[in-house]
């Protein structure tokens, strides 16, 4: 490989008694896409936040080309030639796509230059595959068209290295592909790539070589990520072996969740349309397809938050009337939403509080409208120690725990109160093997134990490992039902392109 | 070269510092202002000192002008708990007054009286405040602009009031009629004008701490102001919570108009309020929202007011310092209150 396009020397950073990164060293060569791997908390956020200038380092140098620099802010970093795409964008949604674009760029004397800005927009499409429509407004985008504008944006003005931190957590697996043929055209043409992902797979797809850092240190570098098995690669992170738990066989019993022609109005997303399923107890149903088919309609009208046009739905032999999170509880639903940080807790409160909020109106930490705050703070306590979340007690921000850590907060809160029926929404996003493994083995437990569970995912060899049996939504409708015996990823793959239909209703 | 960086939790003696910080920094930047004035700063200040905390007499008269601050404080403090941006406590506080006078007015006995005035002046607030948090329920239409425009609204209706049917017909002043003797709040000292109204005050902020410490109201309001979206996952109502926020609110302002008719005044007139309601906005923000910590923020400010007032008369100094000072606290403060989410951090030079 050519002399490194970036190279960052002994970087330490300190947050009070954390150590996010010690002595790290870290290279990147033109042309090269370089892998960042670590748990939850490893630090890789932190170490990429010190590249592009968020954070100063408390020790150690950044060189580009040989010659150290000073990055103290974003605009240095851009100026250094160094772009980054966080995992939440920044981007003003009222605006276009040309518009953000153009934000910041200095025009032809004193007038945004608008030719030349869709001149570049227009170039830069075509070399890489990454087309937007300049005049659509970015609330009109799709998650993945807006990563999109902002790997145009880096390109745009001038980065030559880019990172992407954890840009697959929020793509569906065909916008996946769209997303490597695109770096990999960039780093055909010399740009430098740092790729952040939990998924083994993907890093071994797309990367040249990956350093793995354990508690803020460099743990291992692997250099042939290809012929690099991912159970090799999740030891070096974790420092133990991390075997995928086994699904033995499961007798349901009867049906602890029904839908029966649910049909919803217009929605954000996709309307439901004549859904009907059951969940038995004692097995996973999984919910696939790609994003926007249907399944947030879907994840609410169970959750309580949406009441449907029509249809009826059960819980535990019970029919649901009025369709309030309430209700649904009462009646032994458990739910853990899709956006932890948004819809599950309340991130400027304390810890405690997001984890009793569903349930403050009910005797375990209330009686006639005066809190319990020992119940509460004991619940809190509890939960921490049973699901070892990792944290400095319940009257912690909820907003600083990490992703993993913030997961199992939201399961707890849940489990404690043994739901009959456990409805979860792309349950390991984000997280790490490691603690996307804890999450399966509990839903295998609850399992055992004869919870019905209703998976809504996207990842379909995580489906495939969990479910007894999955759902493919295509449009609003149950495509069709597959015992996981006879699921394949192509198989699955068709019935989400809304192609041939299988099964019975679910 | 120094620049903010984000911090991850605040330390607890932040709570304290920060408002001492404020109002240090609004002490030495209004100093400046003083001396231009051609007043010596330490006399001034002395001065200003001396007349509002200087001796029991001066502590009562405090303590009677930060009685209706403290009550708007706490009519501010919870709506923005909830993120209920209340801007008007001063409209909700003149509904209380007029609707506590016109029942003070009718004869009956003097402690049915008082009681049946608390509860019309804080029925009247309320049902001021009503009308921006239904506005923004139903209809999203921004509670700042509403709140705030109503309070020109019902400060007119109340000059056409005490202009029209209440104008006093023998001295012609535009001037309520006065409530009856008996419906006149206690005096609780000999001598001074320390009334009930104001140890209600200091009765109600740590009622309102616990509301919003230890009641399920006071979770939902907090979860609301927060995070309404995981609020109404976690099967909260917000709609309700943010109606019934905004009733509790105008309900406080409303008691703060009570007081001045019942234990000051004893009538309504034009200058009833010296824009205590907006003064509540300061007081809450110097609180950090804390009802416990409005009591010493609004005595601080009251100590400036009648202060402020002495120190004019002593130095001649505008009393019009008080209002910069007011002003200046509530922006020392905001930008104190930066530094609960940033911290300073030194840096080399750019590259
Ligand atoms: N601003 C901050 N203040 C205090 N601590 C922080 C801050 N940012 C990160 N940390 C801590 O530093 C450590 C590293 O965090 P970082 O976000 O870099 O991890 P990560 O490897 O990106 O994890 P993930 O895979 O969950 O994104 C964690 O322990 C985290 O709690
Ligand atoms: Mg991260």
Redesign the interface.
């Known amino acids: 490989m050519s002399a490194p396009l970036i190279e960052m020397r002994g970087i330490s950073k300190s ?1 009070g008694a954390v150590k996010a990164n010690e002595a790290v060293d870290l290279s990147v060569a033109p042309g090269e896409i370089l892998g960042l791997l670590g748990e939850n908390g490893a630090g890789k956020t932190t170490l990429m936040n010190v590249l592009f200038g968020a ?2 380092p408390d020790a150690g140098e950044i060189l580009i080309q040989g010659q150290p ?5 974003s605009a ?1 970093a851009l100026a250094a030639g160094i772009g980054m795409v966080h995992q939440h964008f920044h981007l003003a949604p009222r605006l276009s796509v040309l518009e953000n674009l153009l934000i910041g760029i200095p025009g032809k004397s004193g007038r945004i230059d608008r030719a030349g800005g869709l001149a570049r927009l227009a170039e830069i499409g075509r070399e890489h595959g990454l087309t937007l429509d300049p005049g659509l407004p970015v609330s009109a985008l799709s998650v993945g068209e807006q990563q999109r504008l902002e790997i145009v944006k880096a390109l745009f003005r001038g980065a030559r290295l880019l990172i992407l931190d954890e840009p697959t957590a929020v793509l569906a697996p065909t916008e996946v592909d769209g997303l490597f043929a695109a770096l990999r055209s960039m780093a055909a043409q010399g740009l430098g790539i740092i790729f952040i992902s939990h998924k083994l797979n993907e890093v071994r797809a797309l990367t040249h070589r990956c350093v793995v850092l354990r508690h803020g240190r460099v743990a291992g570098r692997v250099d042939t990520p290809a012929s690099t098995t991912s159970s090799e690669m999740a030891r070096l992170m974790c420092g133990h072996e991390i075997v995928p738990p086994a699904r033995g066989p499961s007798t349901p019993g009867a049906a602890v969740l029904t839908l029966q022609g649910v049909s919803t109005s217009h929605h954000s997303g996709m309307a439901l349309r004549d859904v009907s399923l059951a969940v038995r107890a004692g097995e996973i149903l999984g919910i696939a397809g790609v994003s926007g088919n249907g399944q947030r309609a879907l994840a609410e009208v169970i ?3 949406l009441a449907p046009d029509t249809g009826r739905m059960t819980i535990a032999g019970k029919a649901v009337t009025r369709f ?3 209700e649904v ?1 009462a009646l032994g639903l458990g ?1 853990i ?1 899709e956006d932890r940080m ?8 304390p810890l405690a ?2 984890m009793v ?2 349930r ?2 009910t005797e375990a930490f ?1 009686r006639k ?3 319990k ?1 020992d119940a509460i703070r004991a619940f809190a306590e509890e939960q921490i120690k049973a699901y070892d979340i990792r944290c400095p007690g319940p009257m ?2 909820a ?2 725990l990490s992703g993993g850590n913030l997961q199992k907060a939201l399961l707890a809160r849940e489990l404690a109160f043994d739901p009959k029926v456990l409805i979860v929404s792309q349950p390991t996003r984000g997280l790490d093997i490691g603690a996307a493994r804890f999450i399966h083995e509990k839903f295998l437990d609850m399992r055992a134990k004869g919870c019905g569970i209703i998976v809504i995912g996207e990842d379909l060899e995580e489906l495939l490992m969990l479910c007894d049996r999955i759902a493919v939504m295509y449009e609003g409708r149950l495509a069709g039902t597959l015992d996981s015996a006879d699921a394949t990823v192509a198989r699955l793959g068709l019935l989400m392109t809304g192609a041939g239909q299988a099964g019975e209703a679910a | 070269m120094v620049r903010l960086e984000a911090r991850t939790s605040t330390p607890a003696w932040f709570n304290l510092a920060l408002p001492l910080l404020a109002i240090g920094a609004t002490l030495i930047l209004c100093s400046g202002l003083i001396a231009l004035a051609g007043a010596g700063v330490a006399e001034a200040y002395g001065v200003m000192f001396s007349a509002s905390l200087g001796d029991s007499y001066a502590i009562t008269e405090t303590l009677v002008r930060a009685t209706p601050m403290i009550f708007t404080g706490l009519a501010v403090a919870v709506a923005f708990r909830a993120k209920f941006w209340n801007i008007g406590a001063e409209g909700q506080l003149l509904a209380g007054a007029v609707a506590s006078c016109a029942v003070g007015a009718i004869p009956m006995p003097g402690l049915l009286a008082m009681f049946l005035m608390a509860l019309a002046g804080a029925a009247a607030g309320a049902a001021v405040a009503l009308v921006p948090a239904t506005l923004r329920v139903k209809f999203k239409v921004d509670d700042v602009v509403s709140s705030l425009l109503l309070n020109s609204v019902i400060f007119y209706a109340l000059m056409a009031l005490i202009e029209g049917p209440w104008k006093d017909s023998f001295s012609g002043y535009p001037i309520s009629p006065p409530i009856e003797d008996s419906a006149n709040f206690p005096v609780l000292l000999e001598g001074t004008r320390l009334h009930l109204g104001v140890v209600a005050a200091l009765i109600a902020a740590p009622l309102i701490w616990f509301l919003i410490a230890r009641t399920t109201l006071g979770f939902r309001i907090r979860v609301t102001g927060e995070n309404p979206e995981a609020a109404r996952y976690g099967g909260i109502h917000v709609e309700r919570v943010l109606i019934s926020t905004a009733l509790l609110s105008g309900a406080l302002a409303g008691l703060a108009g009570v007081g001045e008719v019942g234990g000051v005044h004893f009538q309504v007139m034009s200058d009833i309020s010296p824009g205590y309601g907006y003064s509540g906005i300061v007081v809450a923000m110097l609180a950090r929202l804390n009802p416990l910590g409005v009591v010493p923020a609004a005595i601080f400010l009251a100590a400036v007011m009648t202060g402020a007032e002495a120190m004019s008369r002593a130095t001649g100094v505008p009393a019009f310092l008080s209002d910069v000072i007011q002003g200046t606290a509530l922006l020392a403060m905001l930008v104190a209150l930066l530094f609960t989410a940033y911290r300073l951090r030194r840096v080399g030079a750019a590259r």
């Open positions: 947050f954070y100063a620099v000073r990055i103290n802010s240095d959750s309580g938050v309030s999170p309430r509880q739910r939403p948004t819809t599950g807790l309340v991130t400027n409160l509080d997001s909020l569903p403050i109106g209330s409208g005066l809190l705050p912690t921000r907003g600083a």
